[in-house]
């Protein structure tokens, strides 16, 4: 259902790499309605569209009716081969995250998942921005196409390609991350700050 493309970074510090998206025009956002009702005449495609979209064309899918957002992000986790996912809760406080730095070992690959519920409407071009920053200076920016989600009751989720940490003794420290949960249409649909730190081994 998602779409994944290689993440765009900063080659230097305040230097970013072309964006070959910039001059991207997002498609007009239809209702799941609206979508159904399109090409009623043309059967595979019907079905098709019946089978991608499921229980979301029959009821509008509201989960958590108090929150008027149609994209709710929940946690965020980082994903290491053969050890415990650290996880952060993004349904509280933001501001403590700070608080709660991850310890990485230097030069072992890393994921990050991201889970989310989506409801009431279909959301469009949904897209995960990470920019880090070490002692203030911008260091690295990646920009993952995360795709398009129908609503569901059951927690859809993202998990970035692999990314190595860095190694040496000079990317020993801590960073700080910036994370956007944004769309085609630059609704900011979530936007916290945390951070980690590189070190030799896990202790």
């Not at 098709?48 to 979301?56: I, P, R, V």
């Not at 071009?125 to 059951?154: A, F, I």
């Not at 859809?156 to 990317?171: F, L, N, W």
């Amino acid at each position: 259902m998602s779409t994944e493309e290689e993440p765009k970074r900063v080659s230097g510090e305040g230097e970013e790499t072309p964006d070959p998206d910039a001059n991207y025009q997002p498609p007009p956002q239809k209702t799941i309605g609206e979508i159904m009702a399109a090409d009623q005449e043309d059967e595979s495609l019907r079905k098709y569209k019946e089978a991608l979209l499921g229980a979301a064309q029959a009821e509008m899918i509201v989960v958590e009716p108090n929150d008027p957002r149609k994209v709710i992000v929940k946690k965020l986790a980082l994903c290491v081969t053969g050890r415990p996912d650290m996880e952060l809760d993004l349904t509280g406080d933001l501001s403590k995250l700070k608080k709660k730095t991850f310890v990485i070992q230097e030069g072992v690959q890393y994921r990050i998942r991201i889970d989310f519920l989506v409801q009431r409407e279909i959301v469009h071009g949904l897209k995960y921005v990470q920019k880090t920053l070490r002692l203030g200076v911008p260091v690295d920016k990646m920009t993952h196409m995360v795709g398009s989600y129908p609503p569901k009751k059951d927690l859809q989720s993202y998990t970035t390609p692999p990314e190595e940490a860095p190694s040496g003794m000079m990317a020993r420290g801590s960073y700080s991350v910036s994370s956007l949960f944004t769309d085609d249409d630059k609704n900011e649909h979530l936007k916290w700050e945390w951070s980690f730190e590189i070190k030799k081994d896990w202790n």
